[in-house]
């Protein structure tokens, strides 16, 4: 047991540093731009709220999330527009694929937005085309409003925000799939398992991602940075989780919530199943 830790705990820590560095600077980017979104969201047609929301949400971490949420609640993105932003949403989750293997992981983020641009205009049109009833068609949106200073940046942005509330968060769960990823290779036959069974891990990642929380997709990150699954199998992954973006949209509204992750499931599944046809 002390071996898998003194092995393990470096590695964690590393990644954990790199992380919240990352963090910060893309929270202090966040709070430089926060007041141009609305602006550059608003456009003659839909196609601008696609890309926009996409890019916001293919920044690392919870905010690009978070974000695309408020702009929904205040009415300034369509239901597409949001679910497609969650498709290129990593949560924390990207900080720690930017520290493990940053080349694919930016592959990965590009693919991300393009999925996301691609489905919110498929997913408004799927909306429109059957009738499908949600909070924006119904006209119910809410307005909120926030002011902050210096003081209140470091205080609650970076010390309660990002340390607080996340960077405890993701040492745990990076240290937890490290050391779950070196169990299962020592004493598990992981790496029989995961190259025989690549559709019910493909099932499985997609089910996991489900889960409106940051943590449970770095198992699936861990096994690629090992080279246990393919890289199908992340992006399917990543296509359904959101990390805690959405925990917002539970309160404002469970059933549009529920349909975010029912339209992004079954893309991210379709995907899937044509890249493991293929022999990705």
């Not at 490290?178 to 891990?201: C, M």
Request: with cysteine.
């Amino acid at each position: 047991m002390l071996i898998l830790v003194e092995k393990v705990l470096p590695e964690t820590l590393q990644i954990t540093l790199l992380v919240a560095a990352m963090m910060i600077a893309v929270d202090l980017l966040n709070v430089w731009t926060k007041q141009r979104v609305a602006s550059l969201v608003q456009g003659k047609t839909r196609f601008r709220q696609y890309v926009v929301s996409s890019l916001i949400g293919s920044f690392p971490g919870c905010i690009g999330g978070f974000t695309n949420v408020s702009l929904y609640m205040h009415g300034l993105i369509s239901f597409g527009a949001l679910s497609g932003s969650m498709i290129a949403v990593s949560g924390d989750e990207a900080f720690v694929m930017l520290a493990m293997f940053p080349r694919e992981a930016l592959f990965l983020f590009a693919i991300l937005f393009v999925l996301g641009v691609a489905g919110g205009w498929g997913i408004d049109m799927a909306v429109k085309r059957f009738h499908i009833k949600t909070r924006e068609n119904c006209g119910e949106m809410v307005t909120h409003s926030s002011e902050g200073n210096v003081w209140h940046y470091v205080k609650i942005h970076i010390y309660q925000h990002v340390i607080r509330r996340h960077l405890w968060k993701v040492a745990l769960w990076t240290f937890g799939a490290l050391a779950a990823t070196e169990i299962g290779l020592q004493y598990l036959h992981l790496q029989e398992f995961t190259s025989d069974y690549k559709l019910v891990l493909l099932l499985v990642a997609a089910v996991v991602g489900l889960i409106p929380e940051s943590g449970p997709h770095l198992i699936f990150v861990t096994l690629f940075a090992q080279g246990l699954i393919p890289f199908s199998i992340l992006l399917v992954s990543s296509i359904v989780q959101d990390g805690h973006g959405m925990l917002p949209m539970l309160s404002f509204s469970l059933k549009d919530s529920m349909k975010v992750k029912l339209f992004n499931l079954g893309i991210g599944l379709l995907i899937g199943f044509f890249l493991i046809a293929a022999g990705y």
